[in-house]
């Protein structure tokens, strides 16, 4: 079971990426995605996540009217993509895998997710 990120990059302050979360080994049909993302020295932060059937979604404060999450569950694909990056925003992004047959709410909190990916880096730069 694995999950892949990619997207990440160098962009300017106030430009956007779209993230990308692929799973491998297993389909994403059961499982409720978050989004997270760590700076050195900081706790890991969730920012966004969707249900398996994409009916329930959630953003952090910071990043709410900024950020979108999507899924494609043919493509076993979910992407988040980001506008108008902050400095803040810099950070490793992780997507992580919560296996839920039974409920249909995400949460922001990691210790619900059961599979991470590696992270993608994301760097802005003002």
């Known amino acids: 079971l694995q999950l892949v990120e990619s997207g990440g990059g160098l962009v300017q302050s106030g430009g956007s990426l779209r993230l990308s979360c692929n799973a491998s080994?297993?389909?994403?049909?059961?499982?409720?995605i978050g989004w997270f993302r760590q700076v050195p020295g900081k706790e890991r932060e969730g920012v966004s996540c969707i249900s398996k059937t994409g009916g329930d979604i959630d953003y952090a404060d910071s990043v709410k009217d900024r950020f979108i999450i999507s899924r494609d569950n043919a493509a076993n694909t979910v992407d988040l993509q980001i506008n108008n990056l902050k400095d803040e925003d810099t950070g490793v992004y992780y997507c992580a895998a919560d296996f839920a047959p039974d409920h249909g709410v995400c949460l922001l909190t990691s210790w619900r997710y059961d599979y991470w990916g590696q992270g993608t880096q994301v760097t802005v730069s003002s």
């Open positions: 080994g297993f389909t994403l049909d059961w499982y409720n």
